[in-house]
């Protein structure tokens, strides 16, 4: 059957609907405590490094520095011993700085949610950017991780060699309803953890198994 944008958002519907009742809890598993600014240095801190350890570095982490004011006159010696769990600390430290300090002196102290906004903070990319936008402010958003451009691959929305984060950002947005994008993206998350694997993925037990082209072509 010929493949039209009108089928394919039929497709990415029962593929929703089939996550939600797999994984009826969609959270994100990093513990930022519905605020924003923590959000950005968690997801910061997540770049190369699993959320198990972000969040066991975050509880010494707001400790020292429980907002953004903290945190602008934070010593980068002492951050970046705070962080050397999480990888690239030197990086990450001098970012969370410097993205507090235009939070306190660009945007009043409160982080923007703004695409635009948000993309000028140091360190902060389009994957960050849907995270915040999406979780804390209840925006349309596509979070573009390993997890989600590969499945969404798997699952033939593209084809499986593409790894462009801004591709799956813009096939999945046309795609899936804007109310549901935030949560899909935590769910597929989910998937790729339980039994969609990148190497020994487990099809015959994967709740969207009759709707991937992955599987299809493999039986």
């Known amino acids: 059957m010929k493949k039209t944008k009108s089928s ?5 519907a029962a593929i929703v609907a089939a996550l939600e009742e797999y994984f009826p ?9 519905g605020d924003p600014w923590r959000l950005l240095v968690l997801g910061r801190l997540s770049a190369q490094c699993t959320d198990k350890r972000v969040n066991i570095v975050a509880v010494p982490l707001f400790e020292h520095y429980p907002d953004a004011a903290a945190m ?3 010593d980068l010696i002492e951050l970046e011993e705070i962080i050397r769990p999480c990888g690239l600390f030197r990086t990450k430290a001098q970012n969370l700085i410097d993205a507090s300090r235009m939070i306190i002196e ?3 102290g409160e982080v ?3 695409m635009d906004d948000l993309l000028l903070l140091p360190g902060v990319g389009r994957k ?4 915040i936008r999406g979780d804390v402010f209840g925006l349309p958003a596509i979070v573009a991780d390993t997890h989600c451009i590969r499945i969404a691959g798997k699952l033939g929305f593209y084809p499986e060699t593409c790894k462009d984060p801004r591709k799956t950002e813009k ?3 046309e795609l899936i309803a804007p109310e549901k994008q935030s949560d ?3 769910r597929i998350v989910l998937l790729g953890r339980d039994c969609c694997t990148a190497r020994s993925p487990e099809c015959d037990r994967c709740p969207i198994s009759e709707y991937c082209e992955h599987y299809g072509r493999s039986k």
């Open 184 to 186: 899909f993206c935590h």
């Open 128 to 131: 960050i950017a849907n995270l």
């Open 106 to 108: 660009r945007f009043g």
């Open 72 to 74: 602008a006159d934070a």
């Open 8 to 12: 394919e958002r039929a497709r990415a």
């Open 112 to 114: 923007p949610s703004g």
């Open 25 to 33: 809890a969609a959270e994100c598993a990093l513990n930022y405590e």
């Open 171 to 173: 096939v999945l947005s």
